[in-house]
Each structure stands twice: as C-alpha cells, then as structure tokens.
C-alpha cells in the first residue's frame, strides 16, 4: 500500500466524541487507512480516562471498519511517531476560528520539524461543531445528558466515571 494512504489523526481522545467519529469517517472517504494515535505524557497526564480505557473505546468504535481504522499511542514527538509509521499526513479537525490559532501554530512547528510530513485540516461536521472532550466531560460530571454527542460506549463508560 502506497505510503500516502495512510492518515495520522493524531489527539488526546479523552474521549473519543462523534465530532472526532464523523471526521475519521469523512477522511477514510480519501485515505484507505487512519491510524487514530492517542498522545501520551507519562506522568503529566491530567486525563480523565487511562490510555488503555481510551485506545478501548476507539477499538470498540471502529470495530467494524476492517481494519481500516486503527488505535495506537505514542509518546514523544508526534513527527517522529509519523515518520516511524511511514505516514505523510496528519489529520486535524477544525470547528471554529478558536481552534485556528492553535492548529496553525502546531501544523508550522510539525512542519518546520518535518518538513515532509504536511497537515491536513478538515472542518467538523455542521452537527458536531461545538462538541469538544471537555466540555462533553464537564456537561456529564454536573449531570447533564450528552447522548448523541458521544458514542454509546463511551456514554456508558463517562457516566460510570461519574458515578451518575
Ligand atoms: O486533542 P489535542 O489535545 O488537541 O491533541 C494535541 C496533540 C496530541 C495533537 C499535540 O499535543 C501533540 O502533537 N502532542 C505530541 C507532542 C508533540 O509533538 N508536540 C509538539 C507539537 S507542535
């Protein structure tokens, strides 16, 4: 398979969202494979869900895709996690201008530190613009209802954590 049909949609996935599903499902329409890879800081990490319960639910997500999506992690430099999977692309979402002046300060670095690998930026889909992990979480610890803004097993799984 040709190096370039393979997409790096790279994150913290703390949890994975629909905004993040609808975005994996619109870019296998141009890549064959995803490879969803969750950051990690060993030590630093302020997540609410470990890195094993967040690659799970990704698994459990993408279980019927054939393979064409994958769950990994990395730590260290997301560049050289990209170059070590022998991927071109890496995949960010974009909701709203908020989100630009973040995005293009990384996608700059990622690039001046790899200059091969290039950043593709897809806008979120017009249902899921405003839905984000920490407001997802934050809505649920003060229990309100994000059914439809999550997949059902994470729903379950945040509701568990928090004990509603
Ligand atoms: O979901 P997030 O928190 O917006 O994802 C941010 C992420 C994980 C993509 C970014 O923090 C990252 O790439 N971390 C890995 C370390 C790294 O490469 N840092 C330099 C970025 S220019």
Known sequence: ???????????????ITNGHVDLVKRTLRVFERVI????????????????????QMVREVFGGFKGRV????????????????????????????SDFEYEFQMAMMNHRLKPKLETFFM????????????LVKEVVSLGGDVSGLVPGNVLTKLVKKFNH
Do not use: C, H
Not at 1 to 15: E, L, R, T
């Open 1 to 15: 398979m040709a190096q370039n049909n393979v997409a790096i949609y790279p994150g913290s996935f703390d949890p």
């Open 36 to 55: 969803i890879a969750i950051a990690t800081n060993p030590g630093k990490d302020s997540s609410l869900f470990s890195l094993e319960e967040r690659l």
């Open 70 to 97: 994958q769950a990994d992690s990395f730590e260290g430099l997301l560049v050289d996690y990209a170059e070590r999977r022998q991927a071109r692309v890496i995949i960010r979402g974009l909701r709203a201008v």
């Open 123 to 134: 806008m979120t889909g017009e249902s899921e613009f405003y839905i984000s992990s920490r």
